[in-house]
Protein backbone atom coordinates (compact mmCIF):
# COMPACT_ATOMS: atom_id res chain seq x y z
CA UNK A 1 0.00 0.00 0.00
CA UNK A 2 1.24 3.06 -0.91
CA UNK A 3 2.30 5.13 2.42
CA UNK A 4 2.65 9.39 3.49
CA UNK A 5 5.44 10.81 5.37
CA UNK A 6 4.93 13.89 7.12
CA UNK A 7 7.39 15.43 9.97
CA UNK A 8 5.57 15.18 13.63
CA UNK A 9 4.95 18.52 14.52
CA UNK A 10 5.54 21.96 12.67
CA UNK A 11 5.29 25.60 14.05
CA UNK A 12 4.28 28.66 12.08
CA UNK A 13 3.25 32.14 13.66
CA UNK A 14 0.52 33.90 13.45
CA UNK A 15 -0.54 35.47 9.74
CA UNK A 16 2.29 34.03 8.22
CA UNK A 17 2.41 31.33 5.80
CA UNK A 18 2.97 27.85 6.38
CA UNK A 19 4.16 24.87 4.23
CA UNK A 20 3.31 21.60 5.45
CA UNK A 21 5.22 18.91 3.16
CA UNK A 22 4.15 14.98 2.72
CA UNK A 23 6.15 12.64 1.20
CA UNK A 24 4.56 9.83 -0.66
CA UNK A 25 7.41 8.11 -3.03
CA UNK A 26 4.91 4.83 -3.95
CA UNK A 27 1.96 6.61 -4.81
CA UNK A 28 0.45 5.10 -7.91
CA UNK A 29 -0.74 6.86 -10.85
CA UNK A 30 -5.10 7.02 -9.68
CA UNK A 31 -4.92 7.70 -5.81
CA UNK A 32 -5.33 11.03 -5.45
CA UNK A 33 -4.11 13.33 -2.39
CA UNK A 34 -6.51 14.25 0.15
CA UNK A 35 -5.41 16.47 3.20
CA UNK A 36 -7.53 16.59 6.57
CA UNK A 37 -7.23 18.04 9.96
CA UNK A 38 -8.21 17.40 13.45
CA UNK A 39 -9.02 20.28 16.14
CA UNK A 40 -9.26 19.38 18.98
CA UNK A 41 -11.90 16.97 20.60
CA UNK A 42 -13.25 17.18 16.88
CA UNK A 43 -13.54 14.92 14.11
CA UNK A 44 -11.45 15.49 11.56
CA UNK A 45 -12.47 17.88 8.38
CA UNK A 46 -11.93 18.37 5.16
CA UNK A 47 -9.03 20.43 3.71
CA UNK A 48 -8.55 19.86 0.06
CA UNK A 49 -7.41 17.01 -2.62
CA UNK A 50 -5.93 16.87 -5.81
CA UNK A 51 -4.41 14.58 -8.46
CA UNK A 52 -2.06 15.95 -10.86
CA UNK A 53 -2.63 19.57 -10.71
CA UNK A 54 -2.01 22.13 -8.28
CA UNK A 55 -5.42 22.80 -6.48
CA UNK A 56 -6.78 26.00 -4.63
CA UNK A 57 -9.97 26.88 -2.46
CA UNK A 58 -11.18 28.85 0.48
CA UNK A 59 -9.14 26.86 3.19
CA UNK A 60 -5.82 26.51 1.11
CA UNK A 61 -3.54 25.47 -1.43
CA UNK A 62 -2.26 22.30 -2.61
CA UNK A 63 0.84 21.62 -4.65
CA UNK A 64 1.70 18.36 -6.01
CA UNK A 65 5.53 17.77 -7.30
CA UNK A 66 5.49 16.92 -11.17
CA UNK A 67 6.38 13.55 -10.14
CA UNK A 68 3.93 12.79 -7.33
CA UNK A 69 6.31 11.39 -4.97
CA UNK A 70 5.24 14.55 -2.87
CA UNK A 71 2.81 17.36 -2.32
CA UNK A 72 2.87 20.65 -0.01
CA UNK A 73 -0.07 22.07 1.84
CA UNK A 74 0.04 25.88 2.00
CA UNK A 75 -1.93 27.76 4.33
CA UNK A 76 -1.89 31.76 3.18
CA UNK A 77 -2.16 33.22 6.54
CA UNK A 78 -2.43 31.02 9.44
CA UNK A 79 -4.39 31.97 12.55
CA UNK A 80 -4.57 30.46 15.89
CA UNK A 81 -7.79 27.99 14.65
CA UNK A 82 -5.98 26.68 12.19
CA UNK A 83 -3.96 25.22 15.25
CA UNK A 84 -4.65 20.73 14.69
CA UNK A 85 -3.58 17.94 13.85
CA UNK A 86 -2.51 17.60 9.84
CA UNK A 87 -3.11 14.39 7.84
CA UNK A 88 -2.15 13.70 4.08
CA UNK A 89 -3.86 10.83 2.78
CA UNK A 90 -3.85 8.47 -0.38
CA UNK A 91 -6.82 7.08 -0.96
CA UNK A 92 -6.21 3.63 -2.31
CA UNK A 93 -9.91 1.55 -1.81
CA UNK A 94 -13.18 2.65 -2.12
CA UNK A 95 -13.89 5.28 0.84
CA UNK A 96 -11.70 3.51 3.16
CA UNK A 97 -9.10 6.61 4.57
CA UNK A 98 -5.29 5.51 6.34
CA UNK A 99 -4.42 7.78 8.52
CA UNK A 100 -0.33 8.22 9.11
CA UNK A 101 0.12 10.39 12.34
CA UNK A 102 -0.11 13.26 10.68
CA UNK A 103 1.63 16.59 11.47
CA UNK A 104 0.67 18.75 14.22
CA UNK A 105 1.10 22.64 13.68
CA UNK A 106 1.12 24.84 16.20
CA UNK A 107 0.39 28.56 15.83
CA UNK A 108 2.12 31.37 18.07
CA UNK A 109 -0.07 34.41 19.00
CA UNK B 1 -27.34 20.71 4.81
CA UNK B 2 -27.18 18.81 8.02
CA UNK B 3 -23.70 17.39 8.79
CA UNK B 4 -23.18 13.94 9.68
CA UNK B 5 -24.82 13.19 13.06
CA UNK B 6 -23.76 10.68 15.62
CA UNK B 7 -25.05 9.96 18.57
CA UNK B 8 -24.79 9.72 21.93
CA UNK B 9 -22.21 11.66 22.20
CA UNK B 10 -20.81 10.17 25.17
CA UNK B 11 -21.32 7.17 26.82
CA UNK B 12 -19.97 4.90 30.23
CA UNK B 13 -19.76 1.17 29.70
CA UNK B 14 -18.97 -1.36 31.89
CA UNK B 15 -16.43 -4.64 30.81
CA UNK B 16 -18.59 -6.89 29.36
CA UNK B 17 -21.64 -5.01 27.91
CA UNK B 18 -22.44 -4.38 24.45
CA UNK B 19 -22.81 -0.74 22.67
CA UNK B 20 -24.33 0.29 19.58
CA UNK B 21 -23.53 3.70 18.30
CA UNK B 22 -25.71 5.86 15.59
CA UNK B 23 -24.87 7.29 12.37
CA UNK B 24 -27.09 9.59 10.26
CA UNK B 25 -24.82 10.80 7.24
CA UNK B 26 -25.52 13.20 4.63
CA UNK B 27 -28.50 13.71 2.95
CA UNK B 28 -27.75 12.07 -0.05
CA UNK B 29 -25.04 10.14 0.77
CA UNK B 30 -24.67 6.46 -0.07
CA UNK B 31 -21.23 5.49 1.88
CA UNK B 32 -20.85 5.50 5.62
CA UNK B 33 -17.83 4.63 6.93
CA UNK B 34 -16.70 3.92 10.78
CA UNK B 35 -13.20 4.76 11.96
CA UNK B 36 -11.75 4.26 15.75
CA UNK B 37 -9.58 6.49 17.14
CA UNK B 38 -7.28 6.27 20.89
CA UNK B 39 -4.16 8.27 21.69
CA UNK B 40 -2.42 5.00 21.08
CA UNK B 41 -3.22 4.04 17.65
CA UNK B 42 -4.49 6.82 16.31
CA UNK B 43 -7.23 7.27 13.59
CA UNK B 44 -7.78 2.96 12.58
CA UNK B 45 -10.30 2.24 9.72
CA UNK B 46 -13.70 -0.37 11.07
CA UNK B 47 -15.67 -0.99 8.26
CA UNK B 48 -17.46 0.57 5.25
CA UNK B 49 -20.98 0.01 3.83
CA UNK B 50 -22.34 1.45 0.67
CA UNK B 51 -25.96 0.41 -0.08
CA UNK B 52 -26.91 -1.35 2.87
CA UNK B 53 -23.33 -3.81 1.77
CA UNK B 54 -20.40 -4.20 3.73
CA UNK B 55 -17.01 -2.98 1.03
CA UNK B 56 -14.40 -3.45 3.40
CA UNK B 57 -13.38 -3.68 6.72
CA UNK B 58 -10.35 -3.04 8.95
CA UNK B 59 -8.27 -5.06 10.97
CA UNK B 60 -10.63 -5.66 14.05
CA UNK B 61 -12.09 -8.61 15.96
CA UNK B 62 -15.62 -10.14 15.32
CA UNK B 63 -16.57 -8.27 18.30
CA UNK B 64 -16.93 -5.08 16.28
CA UNK B 65 -19.97 -5.37 13.79
CA UNK B 66 -21.97 -2.97 11.94
CA UNK B 67 -24.69 -2.34 9.34
CA UNK B 68 -26.25 0.14 6.72
CA UNK B 69 -30.44 0.64 6.17
CA UNK B 70 -32.01 1.27 3.30
CA UNK B 71 -31.56 5.24 4.45
CA UNK B 72 -28.39 4.89 4.34
CA UNK B 73 -28.48 5.26 8.02
CA UNK B 74 -25.60 3.10 9.80
CA UNK B 75 -25.38 1.53 13.31
CA UNK B 76 -22.09 0.11 14.78
CA UNK B 77 -22.10 -2.48 17.61
CA UNK B 78 -19.26 -3.78 19.87
CA UNK B 79 -20.04 -6.82 22.26
CA UNK B 80 -18.24 -7.75 25.05
CA UNK B 81 -16.59 -4.57 25.97
CA UNK B 82 -12.93 -4.35 26.98
CA UNK B 83 -11.16 -1.22 28.78
CA UNK B 84 -9.13 -1.07 25.65
CA UNK B 85 -11.94 -0.52 23.22
CA UNK B 86 -12.40 3.01 25.48
CA UNK B 87 -11.94 5.70 22.23
CA UNK B 88 -13.76 7.95 19.94
CA UNK B 89 -15.67 6.46 17.59
CA UNK B 90 -15.91 8.09 14.07
CA UNK B 91 -18.37 7.75 11.45
CA UNK B 92 -17.77 9.48 7.90
CA UNK B 93 -20.33 10.04 4.79
CA UNK B 94 -19.16 10.35 1.16
CA UNK B 95 -21.20 10.71 -1.71
CA UNK B 96 -20.16 8.04 -4.08
CA UNK B 97 -18.57 4.63 -3.97
CA UNK B 98 -14.95 5.35 -4.50
CA UNK B 99 -13.16 8.50 -2.32
CA UNK B 100 -11.05 9.21 -5.51
CA UNK B 101 -12.45 12.60 -6.26
CA UNK B 102 -14.72 12.70 -3.65
CA UNK B 103 -15.10 13.86 -0.58
CA UNK B 104 -15.38 12.35 3.03
CA UNK B 105 -17.44 14.32 5.79
CA UNK B 106 -17.00 13.19 9.07
CA UNK B 107 -18.87 13.63 12.40
CA UNK B 108 -17.71 14.97 15.52
CA UNK B 109 -17.76 11.19 16.87
CA UNK B 110 -19.19 8.94 19.79
CA UNK B 111 -16.94 9.18 22.93
CA UNK B 112 -16.77 5.73 25.01
CA UNK B 113 -15.53 5.26 28.13
CA UNK B 114 -15.19 1.60 29.32
CA UNK B 115 -15.19 1.13 32.86
Known amino acids: DAKTTQPNSMESNEEEPVHLPCNHS???????IHWYRQLPSQGPEYVIH???SNVNNRMASLAIAEDRKSSTLILHRATLRDAAVYYC??????????FGGGTRLMVKP | KAGVTQTPRYLIKTRGQQVTLSCSPI?????VSWYQQTPGQGLQFLFE???????NKGNFPGRFSGRQFSNSRSEMNVSTLELGDSALYLC??????????????FGEGSWLTVV
Open chain 2, 92 to 105: ASSLGQGANGNTIY
Open chain 1, 26 to 32: TISGTDY
Open chain 1, 50 to 52: GLT
Open chain 1, 89 to 98: ILIITGNMLT
Open chain 2, 27 to 31: SGHRS
Open chain 2, 49 to 55: YFSETQR
